[in-house]
């Protein structure tokens, strides 16, 4: 088979959910980025490196169009998740996720995600996975599909089994969390045929 260039993989802007859009990054977007990544920190600063202060409106801008090139540019495929609307438009932004660390040539994926904190506990991100993983493997025809968490990070892990992913093992000391201290990470996979 012939090598593809990534590039010129379709891969959707929107993803309807019952509840949920995923929304591919928009420019222009990132004063409400901003907003809503302020209104997690509490949430969010034990696990995301990136969360350990509030960003400004301009930082969340630059990361908007980052992960827009990278969207374009197919190395990282990462959506905001958004309350659906009555009308099926896009409502309140909630968090994101995404395929991350991307390898086309064995069409392996990792799917990261974080949620603001009013809308933990309610299934969105949930839902969110079960989206992402039907695109993996339905139109992007993966064989692998990962989540990864810290061990100690209860609710990741709960979202990972509810999606049906299953438990392969434990990386011991893995990583660095937040506070500089060594973590052991906890990997999730599903199979494609």
Request: overall charge negative; glycine content about 8%; charged content about 25%.
């Amino acid at each position: 088979m012939a090598r593809h260039d990534p590039i010129l993989i379709q891969v959707p802007e929107r993803i309807e959910g019952q509840r949920i859009i995923l929304a591919a990054p928009v420019a222009g977007l990132g004063p409400i980025l901003a907003a809503t990544i302020g209104a997690s920190l509490a949430h969010l600063k034990p696990w995301m490196p990136w969360a350990q202060e509030a960003p400004s409106m301009e930082d969340s801008e630059a990361v908007m169009r980052r992960m827009l090139a990278d969207f374009i540019a197919r190395s990282e495929l990462a959506f905001q998740i958004y309350a659906k609307a009555a009308d099926g438009s896009c409502a309140a932004l909630l968090g994101s996720t995404g395929l991350h660390r991307i390898d086309w040539a064995v069409r392996k994926f990792e799917i990261g995600y974080w949620i603001r904190p009013d809308a933990a506990g309610q299934g969105y991100v949930s839902e969110a996975v079960r989206l992402l993983t039907e695109l993996a493997f339905d139109r992007l025809h993966a064989r692998r599909l990962e989540i990864r968490m810290d061990e100690r990070n209860l609710a990741s892990r709960a979202v990972a089994e509810a999606c049906g992913f299953e438990y392969e093992g434990l990386l011991r000391c893995d990583s660095l969390g937040v506070d500089g201290e060594l973590r052991n990470t906890l990997v999730y996979s599903k199979i494609g045929a």
